[in-house]
Nanobody, 123 residues
Framework: QVQLVESGGGLVQAGGSLRLSCAASGRSFSSYSMGWFRQAPGKEREFVAVIRWIITSTYYADSVKGRFTISRDNAKNTVYLQMNSLKPEDTAVYYC????????????????WGQGTQVTVSS
């Protein structure tokens, strides 16, 4: 079992930056693949980025590639999402998620979820 708590959301102008953090509790954090997802009002939850237990292995949705960076600090049991060049369409609730097995990047592939943090980008 792992518990996840996100922080760092807020209101930012278009072109600005935010860094989200996700603190994990529980054992064997370094063994989990960690993902970020987002859900805008009236839309389905969508994949943003994932970092596998092998830290050098990352993957991004096309919509955020080149603007967002996912990273993790296994010593601190924390995963980060650095978001640069934010756009109004990035507005959503951002969720941190974890999975121990598998390789898919859909929400159904992840077993543990945080409560979400709101990101609002104004134009």
């Amino acid at each position: 079992q792992v518990q996840l708590v996100e922080s760092g959301g807020g209101l930012v102008q278009a072109g600005g930056s935010l860094r989200l953090s996700c603190a994990a509790s529980g054992r064997s954090f370094s063994s989990y693949s960690m993902g970020w997802f987002r859900q805008a009002p009236g839309k389905e939850r969508e994949f943003v980025a994932v970092i596998r237990w092998i830290i050098t292995s990352t993957y991004y949705a096309d919509s955020v590639k080149g603007r967002f960076t996912i990273s993790r600090d296994n010593a601190k049991n924390t995963v980060y999402l650095q978001m640069n060049s934010l756009k109004p369409e990035d507005t959503a609730v951002y969720y941190c998620a974890a999975r121990l097995y598998g390789s898919g990047n859909s929400p159904a592939d992840f077993n543990f979820w945080g409560q979400g943090t709101q990101v609002t980008v104004s134009s």
